[in-house]
């Protein structure tokens, strides 16, 4: 099996590491002002100090939270051997204690992106070598990280602490309240307005190196999702085109499809994936473990029981066999699995299909820019991939947006996105479609439970995760979420 490594970005110096060795409230304790005088001189300090950027999101507490964050309260998975927090929030229920709405690797890669953006003008001041484009880039890059950071968190907890400067001194204030999610996505919008224009189209390195930095494509990509979920369609359209029109992106063949994108990973498809340089631990407690037989979860198959020739299906998205995920475990359409030592998928964050998902969806939606024929022609391209079938579908709004969210399930199965999907669709015109959601309940449910999870899924305000308790017992002026200060 490949191992990807991203070479210049993963080997962060050990003064790095202890620089931003933090413990406190949203990782936020103030760094020593020696250290950060002597660290921050030159370009490599600066580049280094963006790897650890990266390098903090490929951590288990990172990427394990993103995956179940956006797939346990949906429908996809069913519990095997799933532990106690796992099966809570696969039944929707959590409370502030659960160690999964532990939100502290976020706001540590928050804090990293804060402080490259408050010390790299000061390193470039002191490097002749260190050009002011370089300068920009690297600024940018960290831009779009802290974007998506908070991104995450806004879909998971609607109001968070925005905290936007780094803790080098003891000036910063460490008990920040809640912003609202208006306030949140502003400065997303804001911040990747402006890294669009000074991040690279790409690099020439390696194809690891390409997929594994942010882009221009990457920061379009997120804007996209930031647009798509703030009802900004037009933005949403405009945002996707671009990307489109670069001409840097395209869908693998129908037949490469397992291959490319999730075996060997750094496909012509991807445009964010995270690099690891160690076993991808995130997947492999998922969805193998020990063997596929022993994995915490279960697929559901019935979504492509009237699919037989997808290739999504068997042996793609899951092992009809072995009743196993096989997307993040599987090694080939023969059957073969990963061995235990052999999990070096990449994480994907966006690819090629989903934009042109997220485009007919705006498309659909759009009141000045609407275009249904135009969107079922982009949800055309990714089903024709995988069925080898044009897409039989009535050009009319309702069916159109149905036929969107159907294929996004196929096509982005657990990828940390059903959650998500379910959530912006019928959270539109004050929960008009709700129903989505409060299907959940009888396939989630049995005899026993059924009233008990019809209630957790019932609240639109239980969509959105609790605060964790030692956040709340650290600053007092953070404020739980609605539904879980009053249950």
Known sequence: MKKYILNKLIIVPIVLVTLFSCSDYLELEPQDSLIQQEFWQNKEQVSAAVAGCYASMNESGFTDRVFKWGELRAEMLLSLRAGNDDNNMLSNYMIPTSSLVNWSN???TINYCNLVLEFADGAQANDLSFTEQELATFKAEVLTIRSLVYFILVKNFKEVPLVLTGT???Q??????KSTEAEVLTQIISDLQIAVDDLNLGYSESAAYDKGRMTKGAALAILADVYLWNEQYDECIAATQEIIDSGR???VDGSDWLNDIFVEGNSVEGIFELQFSDLNSTYQNAFYVESPL???????RELYEDYPDDIRADLGTYDRETNAIFKFSGVDVTGNYRGQQEFFNTFIFYRYAEILLMQAEALTLSTTNKDLQRAANLIELVHQRATGAPLDVSLDEATLLNTVLLERQKELAYESKRWYDLLRFARRNNFQDQYLILNLVDIKAGPDNYEQLLSYYSNSEAYFLPIFQNELNLNENLVQNPYYDNN
Do not use: E, G, H, Q
């Open 106 to 108: 976020f706001y540590k």
């Open 168 to 170: 080098s001194t003891s």
């Open 294 to 300: 022993y994995a915490p979860y279960n697929p559901i």
């Open 249 to 251: 992106y395209a869908l």
């Open 172 to 177: 910063v204030d460490f008990y920040p309240p």
